[in-house]
Nanobody
Framework: VQLVESGGGLVQPGGSLRLSCTAS????????MSWYRQAPGKERELVAT????????NYADSVKGRFTISRDNPKNTVYLQMNILKPEDTAVYFC???????????WGQGTQVTVSS
């Protein structure tokens, strides 16, 4: 089982990034997918979630209207489009997969996002 994130980097405030997470080793379409983030000295927090078929999404209040989660099941990939980035969005972003009814769940290794001028 693997979740591989990509797309992180350094961006100026107000800029955009798109994170990708590609899954392998499990049936992607059976899993709810989420993005979490963890800033230095802070707990990991849920950023956004999308259901297994992509019909429903949820966002943390801090990112609503700026971030969009989406998925492409044939490509086994989930995305996080991040717009109007703020310095407080700086964190390591993690991809997470949770089976829609069983207890299996998996984490990616994380990708660093730094928002700074």
């Amino acid at each position: 089982v693997q979740l591989v994130e990509s797309g992180g980097g350094l961006v100026q405030p107000g800029g955009s990034l798109r994170l990708s997470c590609t899954a392998s080793g499990f049936t992607f379409s059976n899993y709810r997918m989420s993005w979490y983030r963890q800033a230095p000295g802070k707990e990991r927090e849920l950023v956004a979630t999308i259901t297994s078929a992509g019909g429903s999404t949820n966002y943390a209040d801090s990112v609503k209207g700026r971030f969009t989660i989406s998925r492409d099941n044939p490509k086994n990939t989930v995305y996080l489009q991040m717009n109007i980035l703020k310095p407080e969005d700086t964190a390591v972003y993690f991809c997470h997969a949770a089976h829609k009814w069983a207890g299996f769940n998996y984490w990616g290794q994380g990708t660093q996002v730094t928002v700074s001028s």
